[in-house]
């Protein structure tokens, strides 16, 4: 729901770089969380942007533009264990004091040695 | 830290079965979620709670039924399995005063036979 678009599948090399796209729909929009999941474990927070502008936080940085929609979860220098996928999800006004969140359907990002 | 646990992380059943999904944390969060996970399909949810004994219908309710008697424990219920609910089920959590995340059990991967 809430159109939240991310491509389903991603490959790198180790060592690269990778950005992972995101786009939503504007109207009510609260805040954007990128999530990590390994295959058959549960997703964990990786970051949340609700102001325009990039969020870095180690290897991982996080982009976001309110006016256009849209979001990026830049990786770098991948490693190995970077190979998961990655989960856009937005909360709009409607929900947000409830933690209501709507989740993109993940993109598998594979890493290559 | 928050710490969410689900009853079990694997589980069969035959289709027809009424079956109960437990989901418990111990952060005091006043909101709590049911997901499904399907390849393809991303995270979908099921119910929400808010408080003790509310309950809000979230984008796939049909077949699914929850109790929230606790604020601790938010329980899904399937009352008469069916082979399409084969599925990975996650609960997740989440607190209104504090962070906007979602934090999430380890999942029950639950077959239907």
């Known amino acids: 729901g809430q159109n939240i678009d991310q491509p389903t599948e991603m490959t790198a090399t180790e060592g690269a770089i990778v950005q992972i796209n995101c786009t939503y729909q504007?109207?009510?929009?609260?805040?954007l969380f990128w999530y990590q999941q390994h295959a058959g474990e549960a997703p964990t927070f990786l970051s949340y942007?609700?102001?325009?502008g990039l969020e870095e936080k180690g290897r991982f940085s996080s982009f976001l533009s309110r006016s256009k929609g849209y979001s990026y979860l830049l990786l770098k220098e991948l490693q190995m264990k970077d190979s998961a996928s990655y989960l856009c999800?937005?909360?709009?006004?409607?929900?947000?004091?409830?933690?209501?969140?709507?989740f993109g359907r993940g993109t598998q990002l594979t890493v290559w040695p | 830290d928050v710490k969410v646990t689900q009853s079990s992380r694997y589980l069969v059943k035959r289709t027809g079965e009424k079956v109960f999904l437990e989901c418990v944390q111990d952060?005091?969060?006043?909101?709590m979620f049911w997901y499904r996970q399907d390849p393809g399909l991303g995270l979908r949810l099921i119910y929400f709670?808010?408080?003790?004994?509310?309950?809000e219908k979230g984008d796939i309710p049909e077949g699914y039924s929850v109790s929230r008697e606790k604020k601790e424990r938010f329980s899904l219920i399937l009352e008469s399995a069916s082979t399409n609910q084969t599925s990975m089920y996650l609960c997740?959590?989440?607190?209104?005063?504090?962070?906007?995340?979602?934090?999430f059990g380890p999942g029950t991967r639950l077959t239907v036979l």
């Open positions: 504007t109207s009510g929009f609260n805040g």
């Open positions: 999800a937005v909360s709009f006004d409607r929900g947000s004091t409830l933690g209501r969140l709507y």
């Open positions: 997740a959590t989440h607190s209104t005063g504090g962070d906007d995340e979602q934090f």
């Open positions: 709670s808010y408080d003790v004994k509310m309950k």
């Open positions: 942007n609700v102001l325009d």
């Open positions: 952060m005091d969060h006043e909101n």
